[in-house]
Nanobody
Framework: QVQLVESGGGLVQAGGSLRLSCAAS????????RAWYRQAPGKQRELVAV???????NYAGSVKGRFTISRDNAKNTVYLQMNSLKPEDTAIYYC?????????WGQGTQVTVSS
């Protein structure tokens, strides 16, 4: 069993920064990819950023140039550095780990950006 625990969410003013962390524990093995998703009220969950096993990254167009996904393999932790935050970035952010047919999810962390 794999557990993903997010931290780092909170309230920030527009233009500010936050860094989210996602620590994996339990039956750790090599994931195909780690990712961050978000879900705003009344909207579907959307992919924000992904980092593959090989280290390739990809971002949603709305966050490209502002957000950076990274990882620390020694700590089994993935990060999402969020800069130049906008009110439209307000959402619950979920950590994801993909192992082929299985997707693991964290419990989510709230990010609120005030204007």
């Amino acid at each position: 069993q794999v557990q993903l625990v997010e931290s780092g969410g909170g309230l920030v003013q527009a233009g500010g920064s936050l860094r989210l962390s996602c620590a994996a524990s339990g039956s750790i093995f090599s994931f195909n990819a780690r990712a961050w998703y978000r879900q705003a009220p009344g909207k579907q969950r959307e992919l924000v950023a992904v980092i593959t096993r090989g280290g390739s990254t990809n971002y949603a167009g709305s966050v490209k140039g502002r957000f950076t996904i990274s990882r620390d393999n020694a700590k089994n932790t993935v990060y999402l550095q969020m800069n130049s935050l906008k009110p439209e970035d307000t959402a619950i952010y979920y950590c994801n780990a993909n192992a082929g047919a299985i997707n693991y999810w964290g419990q989510g962390t709230q990010v609120t950006v005030s204007s």
